[in-house]
């Protein structure tokens, strides 16, 4: 058994990135916890054995959207359990609020982010969108803690 198959919750960073009341997120369509369609989540990755999660946010940043970040504070530890097509997913989710380091990028609308063969757009999406449940948000409780203004 490889540790990618074992049974054991997954280290995972992810970087809340705001402009304004606009949060950075990468889009996706297809299957989730809550049914399929197009859902959000934060830029950010797993942390690899031996990395600090803020260097693993950091690299993460650099290969997702080819631009640097620092890491402001630390928000929250979201411990993510979810069931998609009937397999459990078990994920420790830390989230640190983080900065573009040049300044130019919080005027651009779109981040186009290639892992492998697959290409997937970052863009700013209102807050409030994820709040009111317009838009559906991962992991699960990180729009409660947007909305109470942790981040």
Known sequence: MT???ANYPK??????LQS????????????HSR??????????????FGEKSIDALIREFKEEVKEAVEIECFIACIENIF??????????ILVYKVG????????????YLQENEKVSVAKWIDIMDFVKGEKV??????AD?????IS
């Open 3 to 5: 540790k990618e198959d």
């Open 11 to 16: 280290a995972k960073v992810f970087g809340i």
């Open 20 to 31: 304004g009341h606009r949060l950075l997120v990468v889009e996706f369509n297809g299957e």
């Open 35 to 48: 049914g399929r369609g197009i859902y959000y989540r934060p830029i950010g990755g797993s942390i690899e």
């Open 83 to 92: 069931m998609i097509n009937e397999q459990l997913g078990h994920e420790m």
């Open 100 to 111: 573009f380091v040049n300044k130019k990028n919080y005027k651009r609308e779109l981040f």
């Open 137 to 142: 948000l991962f992991p699960d409780g990180l």
């Open 145 to 149: 803690k947007l909305e109470r203004g």
